[in-house]
């Protein structure tokens, strides 16, 4: 029975769960979002929270300790540079989690991790995005209507011109 044990496998064997994070954690720090599944993204916010608060440290060990989890270097300079100093006030909660809906392939749960109140962090849940596509395509829909019947017009009567220059050019040839 696993009473009280914390934490998910995700079918994984030890090694592989730590290289899993330590590879989410450090693609987080360094895009300031990534796009993974559900149970992923909850599972490493916990690692990825943990590492911002040893960047707030920002003592010797503390970068050692980064540098022994994340082991990419940039990674944790990114991490002690740029990220930690936006937090030095907030007491925790770095990092979100939104669902974004299944995956197609295989109706996986998925979800974007994310830095709060990062700068260059962009919004990317999906059904934002479609609804925005949605609502300027719209207005795109009734130009484009009113513009077609001019086309016609036009069509029309560039079409009785360039015959009746024909007309003229066959009469001229056969006198």
Same mark, same amino acid.
């Given at each position: 029975m696993r009473h009280n044990v914390r934490g998910r496998k995700l079918n994984r064997t030890a090694s592989h769960r730590r290289a899993l994070f330590s590879n989410l954690t450090a693609q987080l720090f360094e895009h300031k979002q990534i796009v993974t599944t559900l149970p992923k993204a909850k599972e490493a916010r916990k690692f990825a929270e943990k590492m911002i608060t040893l960047g707030k440290k920002g003592d010797l060990n503390s970068?050692?300790?980064? $540098? &022994?989890? @994340?082991? $990419?270097?940039?990674? *944790?300079? %990114?991490?002690?540079?740029?990220?930690?100093?936006? =937090? &030095? &006030?907030?007491?925790?909660? =770095? %990092?979100?989690? $939104?669902?974004?809906? @299944?995956? &197609?392939? /295989?109706?996986?749960? %998925?979800? *974007? $991790?994310?830095? *709060?109140? =990062?700068? /260059?962090? %962009?919004e990317v849940p999906a059904k934002t995005k479609k609804v925005e596509a949605a609502e300027e395509k719209k207005p795109k829909e009734s130009e484009v209507k009113e513009d077609k019947p001019a086309k016609k017009e036009k069509k029309s009567s560039e079409k009785t011109e360039a015959v009746k220059k024909d007309k003229k050019e066959k009469t001229a040839e056969v006198s």
């Open positions: 970068l050692r300790q980064a $540098l &022994k989890f @994340l082991r $990419l270097k940039q990674a *944790v300079f %990114t991490l002690f540079n740029d990220i930690a100093p936006n =937090y &030095k &006030k907030r007491p925790g909660g =770095y %990092t979100r989690v $939104l669902k974004l809906g @299944l995956r &197609k392939g /295989d109706a996986a749960e %998925t979800a *974007v $991790l994310q830095l *709060v109140e =990062y700068d /260059d962090a %962009t």
